[in-house]
Nanobody
């Protein structure tokens, strides 16, 4: 079973930056794509980004495009989410998750949480205005 652990969340002022990490158990990139999701109180979980383990392609929700960057380190079995120009509406618990479709569903369905088999515990990101 895949194990995922997020870290790097915290409190930051609007306009600031945070870098989230998702540490995975061994060989994660042999079998899974990794996505990032977020969920704010009273709101639905939403997909924000995904990175393919086939070709390294990355995908972003319109709400974060140009501000967030997803990356991976094969040797460390880790995925990162660099978040810049943070806004109060980015406040949420951020989760990483593993999708057995290594292509991020070809970029068309990567924001569907039902596609992902394993989830981390989440890390809180709070952006103050």
């Amino acid at each position: 079973e895949v194990q995922l652990v997020e870290s790097g969340g915290g409190l930051v002022q609007a306009g600031g930056s945070l870098r989230l990490s998702c540490a995975a158990s061994g060989s994660i990139f042999d079998d899974y794509a990794i996505g990032w999701f977020r969920q704010a109180p009273g709101k639905e979980r939403e997909g924000v980004s995904c990175i393919s383990s086939i070709d390294g392609r990355t995908y972003y929700a319109d709400s974060v495009k140009g501000r967030f960057t997803i990356s991976s380190d094969y040797a460390k079995n880790a995925v990162y989410l660099q978040m810049n120009s943070l806004k109060p509406e980015d406040t949420a618990v951020y989760h990483c998750a593993a999708d057995p479709d290594r292509s991020c569903s070809g970029g068309y369905n990567y924001r569907n949480p039902s596609a992902y088999d394993f989830w981390g515990q989440g890390t809180q990101v709070t952006v103050s205005s």
